[in-house]
């Protein structure tokens, strides 16, 4: 099990590390700019090589993860929005391989009504460009743009594991392309995944169109509107309309020991350590779900054959 958590470093990229021991989270996830303006926030090389010097010696979080600025658009029709959410994702992608993070999520953005197929290869080539772009990770280091599932509002891109499927291979499916699923726009986008057999339907269809090794991390959430309802909108587990349906998919073998980040409100500053325990006592009644001898879940999907895309 790996509970993780968004966190707010207060300035500099250290803060974050310490703001996830506070709260007991193995994995965080950070911005590194204002999410919601272009100006992208400089860092000198000291101060990246001092966050993988301070990931270093806080061996309790394994993992960081970089969250891109919510502005990106790659699906947009306006050029100059598309050069700027091109040049702001590659600044994002050379900060995350500079400090050693496991990945950069992205929200791909919206067509706003010209329709999927019309965006697929400019998304495409604006993902190549930007892993082409964004210059080295340190040895050893690998720092994926992780496309993060929509939960399908508007004209948003990637709203299914089909339509990442066609960015992806539209990309070349190249190595630096995975995927990041957030619990909540999956439930918003129709996918219930409330039984064992449900979840393993999420499992299977990430393998067959992906490949599951390209599914890096979760985004944890429960959700304020119903399943399909199409709406963005995170609430705390438990209090949301996925409550205990999120066990089958938590526990899921194929998903237990991703990074589960949570993205709650909390009390309006974001995850607390009451959520991350909150989450943990979530993952443990998933497992057991599968793994007691005694439930009461019907057949052997588990041992099904699974149809799987090589992995990147
Ligand atoms: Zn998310
Ligand atoms: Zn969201």
């Not at 979080?61 to 929005?81: K, M, Q, R, S, W």
């Not at 948003?156 to 339509?163: A, D, F, H, K, N």
């Not at 205990?244 to 990074?259: K, N, Q, T």
């Not at 409100?265 to 793994?291: M, N, T």
Request: proline share 5%; with cysteine; hydrophobic share 40%.
């Amino acid at each position: 099990m790996n509970i993780g958590a968004h966190v707010r470093g207060g300035g500099n990229l250290v803060g974050s590390l310490r703001a996830g021991e506070e709260i007991g989270v193995t994995s965080i996830q950070v911005f590194v700019q204002s999410p919601r303006a272009w100006k992208p926030t400089q860092y000198a090389p000291e101060v990246t090589a001092a966050f993988r010097e301070a990931q270093r010696e806080h061996p309790s979080i394994t993992h960081t993860f970089v969250h891109a600025t919510y502005l990106i658009n790659l699906a947009t029709g306006d050029p100059e929005l598309y050069a700027k959410s091109v040049a702001a994702l590659t600044h994002n992608l050379a900060v995350g391989r500079a400090m050693g993070a496991s990945g950069v999520v992205l929200h791909l953005g919206s067509h706003r009504g010209a329709g999927f197929d019309e965006v697929v290869e400019p998304v495409a080539a604006a993902l190549r460009r930007a892993l082409d772009e964004a210059g080295d990770a340190p040895l050893g280091v690998s720092c994926p743009i992780l496309i993060e599932n929509a939960a399908g509002a508007g004209g948003t891109v990637g709203r299914s594991l089909e339509e990442i499927e066609r960015v992806i291979d539209a990309a070349g499916a190249p190595e630096g392309l995975g995927v990041c699923l957030d619990t909540q726009h999956l439930w918003a986008s129709g996918v219930d995944y409330a039984t064992p057999d449900g979840a393993e339907a999420v499992v299977e269809e990430v393998a067959r169109r992906v490949g599951a090794a390209r599914l890096a991390c979760l985004h944890l959430n429960d959700s304020k509107v119903e399943l399909g309802a199409n709406r963005d909108r995170h609430a705390n587990l438990g209090e949301g309309t996925i409550g205990a349906a999120l066990e089958s998919l938590v526990g899921h073998p194929a998903i237990r020991d991703l990074p589960l980040l949570l993205e709650v409100p909390g009390a309006g500053g974001g995850p607390r350590a009451s959520d991350v325990a909150a989450a943990r006592e979530l993952v443990e009644r998933g497992i057991a779900r599968y793994d007691q001898p005694h439930t009461t879940r019907r057949g052997a999907t588990a041992t099904k054959k699974r149809a799987t895309k090589e992995a990147p």
